[in-house]
């Protein structure tokens, strides 16, 4: 059988995850990887999901055991709703505002597949989520890259890049505007105030839904949380995603959106041809541990772990790329990632080969654009390895960005 010859045009454009096969390599013995975005597994309140899941098993099979509705555990949506309030200061979300997913990435197809097709224009920014732009992808929509600075969002370039297709004849074809605004994936910036209000301004005046993806927002090690897009803007401009797979565990696989009732709705029949429903037993299992204990009360020694690890790459990055003119990156306040940029004429992609037979693994930077193009820039995630291998790892870095960049006649 010919198998492109039956494969729809979807299909024929699939391609596999870039992160997912290079870090196939990070299990060797003896390596150092700086690539997974996963959080610590010392962190999961395992103990305590292990009592309330034999619990819930026994006590509540008749829901547990049982197809679960599509939207989602009530049980779960009530504390959803009383951790919005405490989170955000989000207040009057009702019940079908919400809706759960299989994780985050779950939730990126869905509003994908509800909002986006051909002619589409969705504004992503550079670098963007890979998952999101996996997901959207899918669609087979028109993009347009948005560049980030060091405070989030170039709204300048944004509202430019509007009036130019605008004039064009294609503001019909706005939908929507995907952003990361807090310790972004990858790049670790978060967005300022001022331009989060901004950016709500010229969303407004151009009729753009703000795709608000905020994964990390709980994990903040330093500085003044600022409000969401969401309670800036509320659900007739922001659809909010959120997910349980950093500040509880990933293994459950539980995301949720929050917004505009129809918009929901629309949501919740997608969900019903994609996969009925979520498990119901993962969802009522948080839902106790969230009656039960404080989950913020829970992330402080993973904050302060996450800390102690964020600190140690920046101390050593200082030490060991301070004297590379052009190499570039930002502290973040929170999340897991730093966005290491290299002088412009270095291939973190080529590089990763010279890396990877030094054991020492990152993620290109091309892996987060969306024309696959070449970049300076590669993603280090803080999260897993111990601050002595971040040490070893980040000077190892060095050596290798030297001896690349002099092959290359750069440095």
């Given at each position: 059988m010919d198998l492109d010859s039956k494969l729809s045009e979807v299909g024929r454009n699939l391609r596999s995850s870039l992160i997912r096969e290079l870090l196939k390599f990070a299990s060797v013995p003896g390596s150092i990887s700086f690539g997974g975005g996963v959080p610590d597994p010392d962190t999961f309140p395992r103990r305590e999901l292990a009592q309330i899941a034999q619990e819930v098993t026994e006590k509540e099979y008749k829901y547990t055991l049982q197809y679960n509705s599509t939207e989602g555990d009530d049980e779960l949506a009530t504390q959803i709703i009383k951790l919005l309030d405490r989170m955000y200061g989000i207040k009057d979300v009702k019940r079908d505002n919400i809706i759960f997913t299989t994780g985050s990435q779950q939730a990126l197809d869905l509003v994908a597949r509800i909002l986006l097709d051909k002619d589409s224009i969705c504004f992503v920014e550079f670098p963007v989520y890979l998952g999101a732009a996996s997901a959207f992808r899918m669609t087979m929509t028109q993009f347009e890259s948005i560049p980030l600075e060091d405070d989030g969002i170039d709204v300048d370039y944004f509202e430019k890049k509007l009036e130019e297709l605008d004039n064009a004849g294609k503001r019909k074809n706005f939908r929507l505007l995907y952003t990361v605004p807090n310790f972004h994936n990858p790049a670790g910036v978060t967005m300022s105030l001022?331009?989060?209000?901004?950016?709500?301004?010229?969303?407004?005046?151009?009729?753009?839904?703000?795709?608000?993806?905020?994964?990390?927002?709980?994990?903040?090690?330093?500085?003044?949380?600022?409000?969401?897009?969401?309670?800036?803007?509320?659900?007739?401009?922001?659809?909010?995603?959120?997910?349980?797979?950093?500040?509880?565990?990933?293994?459950?696989?539980?995301?949720?959106?929050?917004?505009?009732?129809?918009?929901?709705?629309?949501?919740?029949?997608?969900?019903?041809?994609?996969?009925?429903?979520?498990?119901?037993?993962?969802?009522?299992?948080?839902?106790?541990?969230l009656e039960r204990y404080d989950v913020f009360e829970h992330l402080k020694p993973a904050i302060e772990l996450y800390r102690g690890k964020k600190n140690t790459m920046i101390k050593a990055l200082e030490e060991n790329f301070s004297?590379?003119?052009?190499?570039?990156?930002?502290?973040?306040?929170?999340?897991?990632?730093?966005?290491?940029?290299?002088?412009?004429?270095?291939?973190?992609?080529?590089?990763?080969?010279?890396?990877?037979?030094?054991?020492?693994?990152?993620?290109?930077?091309?892996?987060?654009?969306?024309?696959?193009?070449?970049?300076?820039?590669?993603?280090?995630?803080?999260?897993?390895?111990?601050?002595?291998?971040i040490i070893e790892g980040i000077k190892k870095l060095k050596e290798i960005t030297v001896e690349y960049g002099k092959t290359k006649g750069l440095i």
């Open positions: 001022e331009k989060r209000k901004r950016l709500i301004e010229i969303c407004d005046k151009y009729d753009i839904i703000i795709l608000e993806d905020d994964p990390y927002g709980m994990l903040r090690f330093e500085g003044e949380s600022l409000p969401s897009l969401y309670s800036l803007a509320g659900p007739e401009r922001v659809i909010l995603l959120n997910t349980f797979s950093k500040i509880l565990t990933p293994g459950m696989r539980i995301g949720v959106i929050i917004g505009r009732a129809d918009i929901v709705r629309k949501v919740n029949m997608a969900k019903q041809g994609a996969d009925l429903c979520s498990p119901g037993l993962n969802q009522r299992i948080v839902a106790r541990y004297d590379i003119k052009g190499a570039h990156w930002v502290n973040p306040e929170g999340g897991l990632f730093i966005w290491l940029t290299l002088p412009d004429g270095f291939d973190t992609m080529e590089m990763f080969e010279l890396a990877k037979a030094k054991q020492i693994y990152y993620i290109p930077g091309e892996a987060f654009t969306i024309d696959d193009g070449k970049s300076s820039s590669m993603r280090l995630s803080f999260c897993l390895p111990s601050e002595e291998k």
